[in-house]
């Protein structure tokens, strides 16, 4: 049965990091902590979604915009520090619902078809952000999806630019958990036994983007933004 369960969760996760370029944590990570230690399960999502944003990196390449990748992975270095403070001193309970209830205001916002005008400046900040999600919550993606949702980015730039960034932000937080909360055979095995399901979401999501139509992609993305935010207030 755990098995099973481990299975379809990857397979699943793949398949929506894939097709739309965010989801995997969002999907896996809650399900991931009913079978592994909090520190397996982190490790094997970053694992995971290493191994996606590896495999596509040669196909969608062109599609990033790399001054703003540039400039989110500058406002990432001082976010990585200041989400793991808010990790270590913060109360996790409150935290999450504080995220949450901002992540429901936002994409209620957006849903209403209020827009963000971009600037280096904002992209620095969502950078920030962005880095603080992953080391506070283990969640890089909601302040990206926010941002690049509001000021309607193509789906294929949104998809290439956050799963480039994936590259470097999911390594560096590995890195950090590795060397402060350790490692365990049971994560490197699991990850190994992975492979297979991530290939098999790497194909089908694939064929999934290329059929999502503009429109449609959008309301996915108010719908993980709603899933997220309900998972924090579940979760905390």
Known sequence: MTVALFMMIVLCASILQTSTGFGFSIMATPFLLLIFEPNEA???????????????????KKDVDTGILKRFIIGSVPGLGVGILIFLWADARQLKLAIGLLMLLFTILLIANRRITRS???????????????TGIGMP?????????GSATSKEVLRATTLTFYLYIYAVSLVIQVVFAGTTKTTWLASVGALPLIAAGLWIGQRMFDK????????FIYIILLVTAVTLFISA
């Open 120 to 134: 280096t400046r904002k992209d620095v900040v969502v950078g920030g952000l962005s880095g603080a999600f992953t």
């Open 212 to 219: 999502i139509s503009p429109k449609g992609f959008q309301a």
């Open 42 to 60: 982190i490790q094997i999502n970053l694992i995971a979604s290493l191994m996606i944003s590896l495999a596509l990196i040669s196909t969608i």
């Open 141 to 149: 993606g909601p302040p990206l999806l926010i941002y690049f949702a």
